[in-house]
Nanobody, 121 residues
Framework: QVQLVESGGGLVEVGGSLRLSCAAS????????VGWFRQAPGKEREFVAA????????AYADSVKGRFTISRDNAKNTLSLQMNSLQPEDTAVYYC??????????????WGQGTQVTVSS
């Protein structure tokens, strides 16, 4: 069982930055592929970014490419998402997730509770 806890969300103005963090409870964090997803009101949950166990491979949704950066620290069991040049359409609840395989769909095994990101215009 993997427990994930997100932090770092908040209210930011257009063009601003936020850094989300996700702390994992498992000692085997380095065995899991991890990713970030988001869900805006009235919309389905969507993929944002994913990273492989060694950080060698990353993937991003087209809507965030060049603005968001995913990273992980296996020694600290943490996952991060640096978000720059935020836009109102980035407003959503952001979730971190862990999985046994690398994937950009929402069929991940473990999920955090989410953290709200609101971008004001």
């Amino acid at each position: 069982q993997v427990q994930l806890v997100e932090s770092g969300g908040g209210l930011v103005e257009v063009g601003g930055s936020l850094r989300l963090s996700c702390a994992a409870s498992t000692r085997t964090f380095s065995n899991y592929y991890v990713g970030w997803f988001r869900q805006a009101p009235g919309k389905e949950r969507e993929f944002v970014a994913a990273i492989s166990v060694t950080s060698r491979t990353t993937a991003y949704a087209d809507s965030v490419k060049g603005r968001f950066t995913i990273s992980r620290d296996n020694a600290k069991n943490t996952l991060s998402l640096q978000m720059n040049s935020l836009q109102p359409e980035d407003t959503a609840v952001y979730y971190c997730a862990a999985n046994r395989i690398f994937s950009t769909n929402t069929r991940y095994d473990y999920w955090g509770q989410g953290t709200q990101v609101t971008v004001s215009s």
